[in-house]
């Protein structure tokens, strides 16, 4: 039975359970007043219903007194691609003048939502997720996943005592030799994927020291590099994940290195960011 509340002026407020189908008819007859889909924002939402992580907020899908849909073109979107049948609110006949109205406020972040449950440094632990997330995904080099608020969290929260191990090392790095915090803590992420905390704490000490690295050292080598391109402004996000991934399989190899540079011609891809 579908209960329905009318408010002041005149909209219909109900709760509807919606699938793929009612969806996709919304979808193609009664959205003509909203901004292109985007794959990133979708993406976000399938994620989320499939991982049955899409609790019921009460965000509402809202109809303007022609029928036409003013909100909620995305969450559709998700249930058409996943096939589920989803719970929402619905609103039939606000006025169509209201859309400019809507999605004004302030989004609430990750790094918002880390400190309301108490975390420090918050900002870099947020930081360091998403690029731990998106090196996990091969998606470090192109940034085309949008990671939800809830997603970025409870990785965290999953991997706390990792991250908080990045943030202390990424921090001291990044006061020491200027590497930007997201890449080099989740490089130490990676790093605990494949070695133990002694071997991970030598080459991240040695980042932060300098001390007793011989010429040709990888770790020396990415040190002064990193230090050098702040320095003359030319530090690409790109060349610092490549830097920074050639260095360590460089050092774990035994490798002595002079010099980081992609050789010329070649292509900087997903492959050539694993840490081995």
């Not at 997201?182 to 030598?202: C, F, K, L, N």
Request: overall charge neutral; proline content about 2%; hydrophobic content about 40%.
């Amino acid at each position: 039975m579908t209960h329905e509340i009318t408010a002041s002026s005149g909209a219909k407020i109900t709760v509807e359970k919606i699938g793929p189908d009612r969806a996709a008819e919304i979808l193609e007859h009664h959205n003509g007043r909203n901004r292109s889909l985007t794959a990133k924002t979708t993406g976000k939402y399938v994620r989320a219903i499939e991982a049955n992580e899409w609790p019921f907020l009460g965000d509402p899908i809202r109809f303007d007194n022609k029928g036409d849909l003013l909100d909620g073109q995305h969450r559709l979107a998700a249930v058409v691609e996943t096939g589920i049948v989803i719970e929402f609110v619905v609103i039939h006949g606000i006025d169509t003048d209201t859309q400019k109205y809507m999605d004004g406020g302030r989004v609430r972040t990750a790094v918002d939502q880390l400190k309301i449950e108490g975390m420090a440094n918050a900002p870099s632990a947020a930081a360091i997720a998403s690029c731990a997330m998106r090196w996990d995904l091969g998606d470090v080099l192109a940034q085309n996943i949008k990671f939800s608020t809830f997603e970025i969290v409870d990785w965290v929260e999953e991997h706390l005592d990792q991250v908080d191990a990045a943030v202390q090392a990424a921090n001291r790095v990044r006061q020491a030799v200027g590497s930007t915090i997201s890449i080099i803590g989740a490089a130490h992420i990676m790093a605990t994927r494949i070695v133990t905390g002694s071997v991970i704490d030598e080459f991240f000490n040695g980042l932060i020291t300098g001390a007793s690295l011989d010429v040709g050292s990888p770790i020396l080598t990415l040190r002064e590099t990193v230090q050098r391109n702040k320095r003359e402004g030319t530090l690409s996000r790109s060349n610092e994940l490549w830097y920074t991934t050639h260095a360590w399989n460089c050092w774990r190899l035994g490798k002595s290195i002079h010099k980081l540079q992609l050789p010329r011609g070649s292509e900087l891809t997903a492959d050539k960011l694993k840490l081995r």
